[in-house]
């Protein structure tokens, strides 16, 4: 419980992601009775305001990634003049790939209450109909739009073994799926939710492949990715180490054996190139028959 109970209080409200109809009691009292408003969209938001029959006396202020950490201290100052302050973005909830972390985060360092009002998440609907497991996941939201940087953060996403959630914009999705694909395998499993809760929902679940195929000839709406995590490898480092040293025998260099069995086999590449490298130097009489290694441990 906040120790500040006098003066303003900051407000976070998740509104519908595509049906009007999951616009909560709580939603439309936190709309009618807030003193400032700070919305993602202000037309967007006077079109939910229309559409819910609902008006307001609240003054409106963009709230958007490319003014959120300015506006932070004129809503600071609005909590201090006693203020009710509402945080709402164009469909889901605040702070999740949405503004609402900076004004948040200061709310929290000067002691000013904070309430929620729940409300629909992508996120979580998508995650409900993928059938992926749900006991565990984690939220990755957008990934980098350029290639290079997307597929980087996907190869270090390969062996995370939680069902995974992503956003996409429906002009990159073929892209991600590919991406997606080469990362993590064809036929790991996985969903793609568009338009959710909206009139043309859709999910299609499948392997990577077969959903990469179809979104070659382009989707359309809001899209939310889910995708299962890895499955837990059989191989320990241990078990892997006499596989790379096999390779090793027949010819194969050091760093190429070690990516090699690693990728077969799941288990963490570092730790196996350190593993090799301290087995083939216990095996080697002479320190200098494992030069070549020593070589290789000077290249990442």
């Known amino acids: 419980m906040d120790d500040r109970r006098d003066g303003g209080l900051l407000v976070l409200a998740g509104t519908p992601i595509g049906n009007l109809d999951d616009a909560s009691p709580a939603l ?3 709309l009618v009775s807030a003193d400032v408003i700070a919305a993602e969209d202000t037309r967007r938001l006077q079109g939910l305001l229309s559409r819910l029959g609902l008006t307001t006396s609240a003054r409106l202020v963009s709230y958007f990634d490319g003014n959120e950490a300015s506006r932070v201290a004129g809503l600071l100052a609005a909590l201090a003049d006693g203020r009710t302050v509402l945080v709402v973005s164009d469909a889901g909830m605040p702070t999740v790939s ?6 948040v985060a200061a709310a929290v360092a000067e002691g000013w209450p904070i309430r929620v009002v729940p409300g629909p998440s992508a996120v979580l609907v998508a995650l409900a109909l993928s059938g992926l497991p749900t006991d565990r996941f984690c939220f990755e939201g957008f990934l980098p739009r350029k290639g290079g940087e997307r ?8 062996l995370e073994p939680r069902t995974m959630v992503f956003f996409e914009a429906p002009h ?3 892209e991600f799926l590919a991406d997606a694909r080469a990362a993590f395998g064809d036929e790991r499993r996985a969903s793609v939710s568009r338009e959710l809760t909206k009139t043309y929902e859709e999910t299609r ?7 990469a195929d179809w979104a070659s000839a382009g989707v359309r709406g809001e899209i939310t990715v889910v995708v ?4 837990p490898s059989a191989f320990t480092v241990a078990d892997a180490v006499p596989v790379v040293a096999e ?5 194969e260099p050091f760093s190429a054996a070690v990516a090699a069995v690693a990728a077969d086999t799941g288990v963490p590449r570092k730790a196996l190139y350190a593993a090799a490298l301290d087995a083939r130097k216990a095996s080697s009489p002479d320190p200098g028959a494992s030069g070549d290694a020593t070589d290789e441990r000077r290249k990442p």
Do not use: F, I, K
């Open 98 to 103: 949405d503004p609402g972390y900076r004004v």
């Open 151 to 158: 597929r980087r953060r996907l190869a270090e996403l390969a």
């Open 228 to 231: 299962a995590g890895a499955t």
């Open 172 to 174: 990159r999705l073929a």
């Open 28 to 30: 439309r009292q936190a």
């Open 205 to 211: 679940r499948g392997g990577l492949a077969e959903l």
């Open 247 to 251: 390779r090793l025998a027949a010819g």
